[in-house]
């Protein structure tokens, strides 16, 4: 049994066969997905998703890049959405300076994302962290704001250091495609040393697709490559590994 940790079949990719491709999922051992939501727009399609499959559930939040739609207003609904059945986290939020650096936008990120995090806690929700060129700042907030709370830190891209850091506060560390990579060298260095019930599998689709798919259009389908590239760093069997994830994943969103 596999579970995605973290997908968007909200996504427009997935337009012309998503009921196709997500009605196919148990045909394939995808028994679980968590489809996370970044938008407004986004978190409504993903509402939409996790009513109408079964084996969906959601997690609502404001990807760093949206924040833009955000006022207290719709901040207020967004917390309603956390408090349906379904919804099992908050995310995907956190900071993002690859593709907004004016200070006055990063500042903006950082408000949001010590909100939503409050929020969270309110909840009693685990959150799913995004963290692109943010590592010190999204350290910092996450230590003040964070302690004592779980989550995941998704497609994790930093050093094997900063990975046991977040271990240490009690968070697992989110696993995708990149490790397939032949220039993922620092995440293998992670994924060979943070202990394995800390870590859980992810597609973030539709992108980040594993190789051979490298560039094309992901799904949770093409999972498997990402559980033998981490049974090979861990020796392991893959059928060792994906029962271990797959229990990790149950434990971080609080599932039997």
Known sequence: MIFDSHAHYDDKQFGEDRNELLSSMGDHGITKIVNVGASLEGNQRMLEL??????????????????????????????????????????????????????DVQERQRYWFCRQ????R??????IIHSREAAEDTLEIMKKEAAGMSGVIHCFSYSRELAEEYVKMGFYIGIGGVLTFKNARKLKETAAAI???RIVIETDCPYLAPEPFRGKRNSSLYLPYVIEALARIRDLSPKEVEAAVYENTLKLYGLK
């Open 50 to 103: 996790v009513d109408q499959y079964e084996f969906l559930y959601g997690a609502a939040g404001i990807h760093p890049s949206d924040i833009q739609d955000l006022t207290e207003k719709s901040f207020a609904w967004l917390r309603e959405q956390t408090r349906r059945p379904k919804v099992v986290a908050v995310g995907e939020i956190g900071l993002d300076y690859y593709w907004d650096k004016e200070p």
């Open 117 to 120: 995090l409050q929020m969270a």
């Open 122 to 127: 309110e909840e009693h929700l685990p959150v």
């Open 195 to 197: 202990p394995l019930d």
